[in-house]
């Protein structure tokens, strides 16, 4: 299966700092999305991003996936940002198995 | 509009006790999944049904089952409950249709056997 790979492990930054969290994935995908763990435990659906670039306020996000990856940008950082960030895929023509990577924990503080 | 829910959100079994975690979503989605996640291993596919009538194994289906009760419902069963089954279980649904592939998850079982 799809392996899918995410760095870095863990992020601390201060609040106001830009972070860049990387996605990379072992095969073709026809399903990319990145998801937020917050510290309560919900995780909330960010993107569906298969490729190209979108944005939403201060989060967007990029896959290149001719290259497999995709990035998330967080631009100046809120305590709210905190949690894990998760990004996970499927193989082109397997569209119903998602495949999470270990995700990125991130610590915004003041 | 709930989404997707999930019952119960906590519960504590003994060894060998039986249990079934149950999740509704009222999107209309054809596809539902059943997930569980342990420290540092992010979320595992338990398994999924792409749509009303069908089921599938997904990375981590020993010691499980599952039952699509209808488009709304799909169930989680742990027979036999072991430690190693101790973990968050979460349950999720999407639409699978081109226009609008994301995943929404419900909030979460955390289970304890002991």
């Known amino acids: 299966g799809i392996q899918v790979e995410q760095s870095p492990p863990d992020l601390i930054l201060q609040e106001g700092a830009n972070s860049t969290l990387r996605c990379n994935f072992s095969?073709?995908?026809?399903?990319l999305q990145w998801f937020h763990q917050n510290p309560w435990g919900q995780l909330i659906n960010l993107f569906y991003?298969?490729?190209g670039t979108k944005q939403n306020g201060r989060l967007s996000a990029t896959t290149v996936a001719t290259e497999r990856y995709s990035l998330l940008y967080i631009s100046s950082s809120q305590t709210t940002d905190s949690g894990v960030y998760f990004c996970?895929?499927?193989?082109?023509?397997?569209?119903?198995?998602?495949?999470f990577g270990t995700g990125t924990r991130l610590q915004v503080t003041l | 509009n709930a989404g997707v829910t999930q019952t119960p959100k906590f519960q504590v079994l003994k060894t060998g006790q039986s249990m079934t975690l149950q999740c509704a979503q009222d999107?209309?989605?054809?596809?539902m999944y059943w997930y569980r996640q342990d420290p540092g291993m992010g979320l595992r596919l338990i398994y999924y049904?792409?749509?009303?009538?069908?089921?599938d194994k997904g990375e981590v289906p020993n010691g499980y089952n599952v039952s699509r009760l209808n488009k709304r419902e799909f169930s989680l069963r742990l027979e036999s409950a072991a430690p190693s089954q101790t973990s968050v279980y979460f349950c999720?649904?999407?639409?699978?249709?081109?226009?609008?592939?994301?995943?929404?998850f419900g909030s979460g079982t955390q289970l304890s056997v002991l």
């Open positions: 999720a649904s999407r639409s699978s249709g081109m226009a609008n592939e994301k995943l929404f």
């Open positions: 095969d073709s995908v026809n399903n």
């Open positions: 991003i298969p490729s």
């Open positions: 996970a895929a499927s193989l082109t023509g397997t569209a119903s198995k998602l495949t």
């Open positions: 999107m209309n989605h054809n596809s």
């Open positions: 049904s792409a749509s009303e009538g069908t089921t």
